[in-house]
């Protein structure tokens, strides 16, 4: 025992094959016994989430999560539970079922936005006459503008005219103009319910 912590000292000399032991040890910090717990179970966790994930490249990631979950949460460990092997298998089990829920889980839903994606039927009768009540709507929205803001709108906006153009074609400064275009389209938006 350690007179700092209290835990069961590790020997230095020769790697301890007691996983028990070895996770009291890294449940105090203890960097030695941690690489010496790598050392005595990692290819068996390695081979356990490789049976559940399959892919090499995920497996060795899912490996290292494990590790790392060890080295953090080695103090939860209790032993009155069960023994330290079958809560090291019990994590590695778990974190490499969460990776495959997780790939399921974005297969899923990469699935259903392309499906979203390819059903959305489009109906060009339906679209026209959205297309057509739409219109009719700004129609009247625009009668509601004063005669100024709607000759400057349907300017800008139907004939594609600049607001410099705009200003020489009406013999206007170019600042009304720009007024005109505010106001106007600040009245169509409050018309039209648009938010912004």
Do not use: C
């Not at 025992?1 to 301890?16: H, K, L, Q, W, Y």
């Not at 179970?41 to 892919?55: K, P």
């Not at 089990?93 to 889980?105: E, G, N």
């Not at 936005?113 to 057509?132: C, L, M, N, Q, W």
């Amino acid at each position: 025992m350690t007179a700092e912590t209290g835990a069961p000292r590790v020997s230095r000399d020769e790697p301890p094959h007691d996983v028990t032991v070895l996770l009291s040890a890294v449940a105090t910090g203890d960097q030695q016994a941690f690489g010496d717990l790598y050392d005595a179970v990692a290819a068996r966790v390695h081979g356990l989430v490789r049976r559940v994930l399959v892919d090499d490249a995920q497996s060795e990631e899912v490996t290292q999560e494990v590790f790392l979950e060890l080295w953090q949460s080695a103090p939860r460990f209790d032993s009155s539970r069960g023994s330290a092997l079958g809560w090291i298998f019990t994590l590695a089990h778990r974190r490499a079922v969460d990776r495959v829920r997780s790939a399921q889980s974005s297969r899923e839903r990469d699935e259903r936005i392309a499906k979203r994606d390819i059903d959305t039927a489009y109906d060009p009768v339906s679209e026209e006459g959205d297309a057509r009540v739409e219109s009719q709507r700004v129609h009247r929205a625009m009668m509601q503008l004063s005669d100024s803001q709607r000759e400057a709108i349907t300017l800008a906006y139907y004939g594609g005219f600049s607001q410099s153009e705009i200003a020489e074609r009406l013999n206007t400064p170019i600042g009304t103009v720009k007024t005109r275009l505010r106001d106007g389209m600040i009245r169509l938006r409050d018309l039209l319910g648009v938010t912004s």
